[in-house]
C-alpha cells in the first residue's frame, strides 16, 4: 500500500487530505487549501458567476470555465492579474508535490481557524472569488454558497484514516503474558489477536474452533473500526437525503432536486443500483490495468536482464557480444582480445583501423545501456503510479457509502481507463537489442586495408506478419509482413508458405523481395495456415510465426440457407477469355466481334460449399444459342460451352434449351430466352449437382450430377448476344440442399 500514498496527498500542502472536497474537474483538495488559493475576481466578471457553481458544472462544461480562467494551462510559471489594482502581478509556489499553486490575494485565517475545527466561525468568503484547480489549472467563480458548494469526499476521507491508521504501531497478541508478540491473525468470532504461539496453543484448527474465520490484523482492525453508513445530504438541499442518481449530471441527488432543482427533465436511476453498476464497471478496469501493471513487471525484468547482457561483469566500459536475447555470443573480453591479435598482424595501418573499430563497439555499448536504463527508469515510475492508483481504487470500492462512491467513481473510472491506455502499443516492447551483431573478418588483402569494416555473418531474423494488414476475400488471401523494428541483418528475399487448406503439407506460393502477397484461387470455407521466412547469403532464417486464415463461405446449413451473410463476389475474367470477347461495366458484362461461339470464364473458382449466380441477357438478336455453366480451367475457348469434357452447360435458344456436356445433348425442354430474361446457374458441392433457371424458374430436372473437384463460372456466346453478371446472390428460396428430387437427372 505504500505506492498508494501519493493518491491519497494533497496537491497544495503535500499532506495526507484532511476534509476533501471534490472540484469539478473530479480533483480533489482539502477545503482549508481551497481557501488558501481562491482568487478575487473583479465585479465584472460578477455576472458570469452564475453559470459555474461549485456543484452544477459538468465535467463538459469546460469551455466556458477557460474563458474565466485567469492564468493559461502552458504559462511559465507567474499569474498576472494584470489590470487589478488588488491583485498584483505574483510569483507561484510550487506544493510539496510539485504542483504549481497561486498564493491567494485575501487575508489569511489565523492558525487556529485554518485547522477548520469550526467551520462557521471562518470569515466569508468574499465576494466573485475564484478558484483553480492546482492540477489541471481549470478556474471557476464560485457562487453565493462559496465552498460549501463543493461535495466532501468522503470516500477520500475514509480511505486515508485507514491506510493512516494501517501504518501505526503493529497490533500485540493479547494473549502473551509477558512482552506481548506482534499479532498475526484476528479471529473474527472470538475478537481476538493471536500472534502463531498462542493461535496454536489456544485456538487450533480443528474441532468446533475450525469453523472460525482468521484474517490479518490490520483487516481485524477495519472491520472493528467499521461504523454504521452515515446518511449523506444534498449540497443544495441540507435538510435532504442523497437518494437518486442524475445520469445526464452523473451526480447523487435529492428528491427536492428532482421536483424544484435543475434535475427535473434529466434521467434518473436508483442510488444503490448506479452504485452496484459503477463498482463493477470499476472492477473490471482494473482488471484490465492489473494485467497491464503485471505485464510491466515481467517487462523490467527483462529489461534489467538485458542490462547484465550489456554489460559484462568485470566493467562497464567492456563490449560484450550476443547472439539473442539471453544467450550470449562472446563475452566483451573476448571479443576485444580477438580484435587486438588480428589488428597487431597488420602492421602500422591496421593499428590505425584497430582504435576506430574499438571506438565503435564502446560507443554502441554505451548507447544501449543509456537506452536501456532510461526505459528501465521511465517504465519504474508508470509502474509505481499504476500500483498507486490501483490500490486506492481497491480501497474506494470497499467503501459502502453509495453517494459517496459515486461522487468520485467517474473520475476512477476515466483515470483507470486513462492509465490503462498509457501502457499502449509499443510500451512494453524494449527500445534496444542486447546484441551486437558485429562479426570480424580478418581475411581482407593489405591493399583494401583501409576499407575494413565489421560485416555481417548472421541469417535474417523471422520476420513479422502484420495482423492488422492480413486478410480474406473470397477465396483469396492477402498476407503482410516485415523485419523485426531492432533487425540489422540484411535480407535479400522472403519465401511466403501456405498449407492446403485441410492440414496438409506447405509449400511454397511466393518468392520475392515485397514484404505483401496476394494469394489467389484458394478454396472456400477452408482454413489456411501460412508462414514466411526471409534469406539472404548466409542462409535462411527462422519461420514466422503461423497465421491461420479463414476463406469466404458461400454454402451454410438448410436452416440457416435464407440468412446467409458470406457469399461470393466475382466477375468475367479478361486474362483467360477467348480475344474476341469485349468486357464492359467493370468486367461484369460481355458480348463478341465474332459470329462464333467464344468461351469467357469467372475469375474466382469454386470447389466447396453451395453457389449461385445469375446472367442477364442485356441484347438477344437473330436466335442465337448461348450456353451457360460451369468449366475446369483448360476449357477449349473457341467453341460452344459443353462440346468437351471440360465444361458442363446449358445452351438454350428463343424457344427451348438443351444440357451438354462432352458433345451430348440430354433433356431438351421447352422454354427460352429474350432480351431482359435472366439464367441463374446453382452449384451445389455438398450434393455435387448443378440446377439451372430461368427468369427464377427451375429449367428441367437436375442438369448434372457428381459434380467435384476445381470449376469456374463460365459462359460462350457470340456477337448476337450480350450479357450482365450477378453475383453475392442468395440461394433461391424453392431451393434447400438435402431436398431436391434427382430422379430424373441425367450426367
Not at 536482464?305 to 544467450?327: C, E, F, K, Y
Not at 473437384?709 to 460462350?716: D, Q, R, V
Amino acid at each position: 500500500m505504500d505506492e498508494m500514498e501519493e493518491e491519497l496527498k494533497c496537491p497544495v500542502c503535500g499532506s495526507f487530505f484532511r476534509e476533501p472536497i471534490i472540484l469539478p474537474c473530479s480533483h480533489n483538495i482539502c477545503l482549508a487549501c481551497a481557501r488558501n488559493i481562491l482568487v478575487q475576481t473583479p465585479d465584472a466578471e460578477s455576472p458570469q458567476s452564475s453559470r459555474a457553481s461549485g456543484s452544477g458544472v459538468s465535467d463538459y462544461d469546460y469551455l466556458d470555465l477557460d474563458k474565466m480562467s485567469l492564468y493559461s494551462e502552458a504559462d511559465s510559471g507567474y499569474g498576472s492579474y494584470g489590470g487589478f489594482v488588488s491583485a498584483p502581478t505574483t510569483p507561484c509556489q510550487k506544493s510539496p508535490n510539485g504542483v504549481r499553486v497561486f498564493p491567494p490575494t485575501v487575508p489569511q485565517p489565523p492558525p487556529q481557524m485554518h485547522l477548520l475545527q469550526h467551520p462557521g466561525s471562518l470569515p466569508p468568503i468574499p465576494r466573485n472569488s475564484c478558484i483553480t484547480c492546482p492540477q489541471c489549472h481549470r478556474s471557476l467563480i464560485l457562487d453565493d454558497r462559496g465552498l460549501r458548494g463543493f461535495p466532501k469526499n468522503r470516500v477520500l476521507e475514509g480511505v486515508v484514516d485507514r491506510y493512516q491508521q494501517s501504518k501505526a504501531a503493529a497490533l500485540k497478541c493479547q494473549l502473551c503474558e509477558k512482552s506481548p508478540k506482534e499479532a498475526t491473525v484476528m479471529c473474527e468470532q472470538c475478537d481476538v489477536f493471536y500472534c502463531d504461539p498462542c493461535r496454536m496453543r489456544c485456538h487450533p484448527l480443528r474441532g468446533p474452533l475450525a469453523k472460525h474465520r482468521l484474517v490479518p490484523p490490520a483487516q481485524g482492525r477495519i472491520s472493528r473500526r467499521t461504523s454504521p453508513r452515515k446518511i449523506s445530504t444534498c449540497t443544495e438541499h441540507e435538510l435532504e437525503n442523497l437518494s437518486m442518481y442524475c445520469v445526464q449530471c452523473k451526480m447523487p441527488v435529492c428528491y427536492q432536486c428532482l421536483e424544484e432543482g435543475k434535475h427535473g427533465t434529466h434521467e434518473v436511476k436508483a442510488l444503490g443500483a448506479m452504485w452496484k453498476l459503477h463498482k463493477g464497471q470499476l472492477s473490471q478496469a482494473l482488471n484490465i490495468l492489473s494485467d497491464r501493471a503485471t505485464e510491466a513487471k515481467e517487462f523490467l525484468v527483462q529489461l534489467r536482464n538485458m542490462v547484465q547482457h550489456i554489460q559484462p561483469a568485470d566493467g562497464p566500459g567492456r563490449p560484450l557480444m550476443t547472439s539473442g536475447w539471453g544467450t550470449l555470443k562472446e563475452n566483451g573480453v573476448e571479443f576485444e582480445a580477438c580484435l587486438v591479435a588480428q589488428c597487431d598482424a597488420l602492421i602500422d595501418a591496421l593499428n590505425r583501423r584497430k582504435a576506430q573499430l574499438l571506438s565503435r563497439v564502446n560507443k554502441e555499448h554505451e548507447h544501449k545501456l543509456k537506452v536501456v536504463r532510461d526505459q528501465i527508469s521511465h517504465c519504474t515510475v508508470k509502474l509505481r503510479q499504476t500500483t498507486g492508483l490501483m490500490e486506492y481504487c481497491l480501497e474506494v470500492i470497499k467503501e459502502n457509502d453509495p453517494s459517496g462512491f459515486l461522487q468520485i467513481s467517474d473520475a476512477l473510472i476515466r483515470r483507470v481507463h486513462m492509465t490503462e491506455g498509457q501502457w499502449g502499443k509499443g510500451t512494453l516492447t524494449p527500445r534496444m537489442t542486447s546484441d551486437f551483431d558485429l562479426t570480424l573478418d580478418s581475411g581482407p588483402l593489405l591493399q583494401t586495408i583501409h576499407q575494413l569494416d565489421f560485416v555481417q555473418m548472421k541469417v535474417p531474423s523471422a520476420p513479422m506478419l502484420q495482423l492488422e494488414e492480413c486478410c480474406t476475400q473470397n477465396n483469396s488471401a492477402t498476407l503482410s509482413w516485415k523485419q523485426p523494428p531492432l533487425s540489422t541483418i540484411a535480407v535479400e528475399g522472403y519465401i511466403l508458405e501456405l498449407d492446403d487448406g485441410n492440414g496438409g503439407q506447405f509449400r511454397e506460393v511466393y518468392v520475392g523481395t515485397e514484404t505483401i502477397c496476394t494469394v489467389d484461387g484458394l478454396h472456400f470455407n477452408s482454413t489456411y495456415k501460412s508462414r514466411v521466412k526471409a534469406f539472404n547469403a548466409s542462409g535462411v532464417g527462422q519461420y514466422s510465426k503461423t497465421l491461420i486464415m479463414q476463406t469466404s463461405e458461400t454454402g451454410l446449413p438448410p436452416c440457416d440457407i435464407q440468412n446467409m451473410a458470406t457469399v461470393a463476389w466475382f466477375t468475367f475474367d479478361p486474362v483467360s477469355a477467348h480475344p474476341d470477347i469485349i468486357f464492359s461495366n467493370d468486367n461484369l458484362t460481355v458480348t463478341c466481334n465474332s459470329y462464333d461461339d467464344r468461351v469467357v470464364m469467372g475469375n474466382t473458382s469454386f470447389s466447396r460449399g453451395v453457389h449461385y449466380w445469375e446472367m442477364t441477357v442485356d441484347r438477344y438478336d437473330n436466335h442465337p444459342d448461348p450456353a451457360f455453366g460451369v468449366a475446369r480451367g483448360d476449357v477449349l475457348k473457341d467453341v460452344m460451352l459443353g462440346k468437351d469434357d471440360k465444361a458442363w452447360a446449358m445452351y438454350v435458344d428463343n424457344n427451348r434449351s438443351w444440357f451438354m456436356h462432352n458433345n451430348s445433348h440430354t433433356n431438351r425442354t421447352d422454354g427460352g430466352i429474350t432480351k431482359g430474361t435472366t439464367i441463374g446457374v446453382l452449384l451445389d458441392f455438398s450434393r455435387g449437382i448443378i440446377i439451372f433457371l430461368i427468369n427464377d424458374e427451375q429449367q428441367g430436372p437436375v442438369a448434372f450430377e457428381g459434380v467435384e473437384g476445381l470449376y469456374f463460372p463460365a459462359i460462350s456466346l457470340n456477337r448476337n448476344v450480350q450479357v450482365t453478371l450477378h453475383t453475392g446472390l442468395p440461394i433461391p428460396d424453392f431451393y434447400t440442399p438435402g431436398e431436391v428430387d434427382t430422379s430424373d437427372s441425367v450426367c
